[in-house]
Structure formats: structure tokens, C-alpha cells
């Protein structure tokens, strides 16, 4: 079983929309059974679930006093994947979930203020000596910013070659319990989602490559780099 930590310090940065997402686009492909986990007190991937009109993925409860045996009990029981929604706070929960994880997907948006706020997540994630990958998020199509923002996250680690720009239809699907790719398909949301999930897959294997961008310098009032130990 391999476990996906979705991550970041900074709420509102979409990690619900992706856990739920990506779980629903790997059992689409065949690769489930998808397990889906949510250790934020807010409840808000369970309550997508719980709208769901099927029960696929399925959404699993554990007591995270038991994290470590809960993980292997569900990697016994044959769960292919883990996909977990984690609060946006850096605490002692969050911290045995990466111990354990196999990736960690951190989130953000583009922008100055949610890019210094990843900084004690990557610190997290380093110092546990867990791969990472960056997804640049609800990023608005040709913005300035939104291109400062991949140029600046390539030079602290992998960075996803698709980014997931902002869409009505991504609000709209988690209102029932559904993704985009259910409710449109053909919409460019479901594209964004499957080349992600396609690039999670391939670097969850192994084979999947980082990207190097050389952009302009950043704007006014962007951070010229992020507040983390170097690489």
C-alpha cells in the first residue's frame, strides 16, 4: 500500500479538492481499492464522502493514537492506495503521518502569503527524508504570478508539470459528494486532474521527472525564496 500525504500549513490551499480528486481518478483507472483518510478536525473530506453517491473510494476511520498499526492493518486488508487530507497545521499527527508516507503532496497557491507559509511543511517533510512534490493550485491561466510561483517552488523540489488553475466546476462537484471528471468529463479541470494524478503515479513508482523553470524576476512583494533549509 502506498500512502499519499496531502499537506501544507496554509488552509484554503485545496487539499480536500485534491485528496478527493485524486482518490476518485486512481479508482477510475483500475488501481484501487482507494482508501481515503482525513486527520483534519474540521471533517471536511468526510463530509464530501458522505454526499458521495457511491461508495468509491472508500473512506477509512482510524484512531490516530494507533496510527502505525491502523496503516498496516488496512495494507493487510489489500488497499493499493492511501490518500490522506491533513489539517493545515505542523503538529505531532501530521508528523507520524509523513514518517509514514511514501509522498507528500504539498498544495499552494500562487502568491506571496501562501508561498511563506509552506516553509515549516518542506522543513517537516526534509527532515523526515520524504519525497515531495509541489502542486501549484486554483492558479488563475496566464497570470504573472502564477509563473513566479513554479519558478520559485522548482528550486526547492519536484514540481507537478500540471497545474490546476481555478474552475467553478471544481467548487461545484464537492458541494454532492462528486469530482469534475464526474460531472464533466470532457472539461479541462478532468484533464488537469488526470495528467496530476498521472505524474503522482509515475514519481510514486519512481519514474516520474522534476522540471526546472527559468522565469522573470518576481514581482513586486514576492518572496525570493522560501524560508527553508537549502537543498
Known amino acids: 500500500m502506498k500512502i499519499i500525504a496531502i499537506a501544507s500549513r496554509k ?12 482518490a ?20 471536511n473530506l468526510a463530509d464530501w464522502w458522505n454526499a458521495r453517491p457511491s461508495a468509491s473510494p472508500l473512506y477509512v476511520r482510524i484512531a490516530l493514537a494507533r496510527l502505525g498499526q491502523e496503516v498496516d492493518n488496512l495494507a493487510r486488508q489489500g488497499l493499493t492506495y492511501l490518500i490522506v487530507d491533513t489539517p493545515p497545521t505542523v503538529n ?13 503532496v504539498i498544495p ?18 526534509e527532515r523526515l527524508g520524504k519525497p515531495l512534490v509541489f502542486v501549484v493550485n486554483a492558479a488563475v491561466a496566464n497570470a ?3 509563473n513566479e510561483t513554479l519558478a520559485l517552488l522548482s528550486r526547492h523540489g519536484h514540481l507537478a508539470p500540471t497545474v490546476v488553475h481555478q474552475r467553478v466546476a471544481f467548487a461545484s462537484s464537492m458541494t454532492d459528494g462528486r469530482t469534475v471528471m464526474e460531472l464533466a468529463p470532457n472539461a479541462p479541470g478532468s484533464d488537469e486532474i488526470e495528467r496530476l494524478w498521472s505524474y503522482l503515479h509515475q514519481r510514486i513508482a519512481g519514474a516520474g521527472p522534476s522540471i526546472a523553470l527559468t522565469l522573470g524576476p ?7 525564496r522560501l524560508a527553508v533549509s537549502p537543498r
Request: charged residues 15%; aromatic residues 0%.
Open 144 to 146: 504573472r504570478i502564477t
Open 92 to 104: 505531532a499527527d501530521v508528523g507520524e503521518l509523513i514518517a509514514l508516507s511514501d509522498l507528500v
Open 11 to 22: 488552509g484554503g490551499v485545496g487539499k480536500t479538492t485534491l485528496a478527493g480528486h485524486l
Open 218 to 224: 518576481p514581482a513586486a512583494g514576492a518572496p525570493a
Open 24 to 43: 476518485v481518478q486512481a479508482e477510475s483507472l483500475g488501481l484501487g481499492p482507494v482508501g481515503l483518510m482525513d486527520i483534519d478536525p474540521q471533517g
Open 108 to 125: 499552494t497557491r500562487p502568491g506571496p502569503h501562501d508561498l511563506r507559509s509552506i516553509g515549516a511543511t518542506i522543513d517537516l517533510v
